[in-house]
T-cell receptor
Framework: DGGITQSPKYLFRKEGQNVTLSCEQNLNHDAMYWYRQDPGQGLRLIYYSQIVNDFQKGDIAEGYSVSREKKESFPLTVTSAQKNPTAFYLC????????????FGPGTRLTVT | QKEVEQNSGPLSVPEGAIASLNCTYSDRGSQSFFWYRQYSGKSPELIMFIYSNGDKEDGRFTAQLNKASQYVSLLIRDSQPSDSATYLCAVTGSARQLTFGSGTQLTVLP
């Protein structure tokens, strides 16, 4: 089955801890994206990557970091510098020639207390 | 001013009726427009995209685009309770980025 997987589905952390969210895809997509969604709000772009070993900041990159060492994987680290990390985190991927037609993984719901 | 605006709803329609969801955008340079459906607690699912002015139909869904008015809509014909979800409008921005609206919550009443 082709698709995008995110793990874990739910994640709980104490304030001050860094946490890494996993995103893997086997769709052979070049582009990958991280969004966060807060209750009653749309998606906001954190980081995106169009090619291995390259990534760009989105609208709300502060307090987050990413890596793209493999085409299939785009992990997101939520650092202790992120002031309001509790949110629903969504990873998406797209073909390079259809970068706007993005397909989403199931998401990770992060709660920091 | 928000870049992509949607009426948050909730919008309620009876089963079998037409649901009309609206979206306006501020960037006149936007070229591509998307509708995502998001069930509660789930991730968004791409259901329609439209690039040219006019209508695009896919089954019970019709997307309508009017670039002059910076307006895109989604019509759902013969609405079913399973259509109850939040519908997100997304438009292209710069550098291959999508900008999302905050979504309209639709409830189809049996």
């Amino acid at each position: 089955d082709g698709g995008i997987t995110q793990s874990p589905k739910y994640l709980f952390r104490k304030e001050g801890q860094n946490v890494t969210l996993s995103c893997e895809q086997n769709l052979n997509h070049d582009a990958m994206y991280w969004y966060r969604q807060d209750p009653g709000q749309g998606l906001r772009l954190i980081y995106y990557s169009q090619i291995v070993n390259d990534f760009q900041k989105g609208d709300i990159a502060e307090g987050y970091s990413v890596s793209r060492e493999k085409k299939e994987s785009f992990p997101l680290t939520v650092t202790s510098a992120q002031k309001n990390p509790t949110a629903f985190y969504l990873c998406a991927s797209a073909r390079e020639d259809k970068a706007y037609e993005q397909y989403f993984g199931p998401g990770t719901r992060l709660t920091v207390t | 001013q928000k870049e992509v605006e949607q009426n948050s709803g909730p919008l309620s329609v009876p089963e079998g009726a037409i649901a009309s969801l609206n979206c306006t955008y501020s960037d006149r340079g936007s070229q591509s427009f998307f509708w995502y459906r998001q069930y509660s607690g789930k991730s968004p699912e791409l259901i329609m995209f439209i690039y040219s002015n006019g209508d695009k139909e896919d089954g019970r869904f019709t997307a309508q685009l009017n670039k002059a008015s910076q307006y895109v809509s989604l019509l759902i014909r013969d609405s079913q309770p399973s259509d109850s979800a939040t519908y997100l409008c997304a438009v292209t921005g710069s550098a291959r980025q999508l900008t999302f609206g905050s979504g309209t919550q639709l409830t189809v009443l049996p």
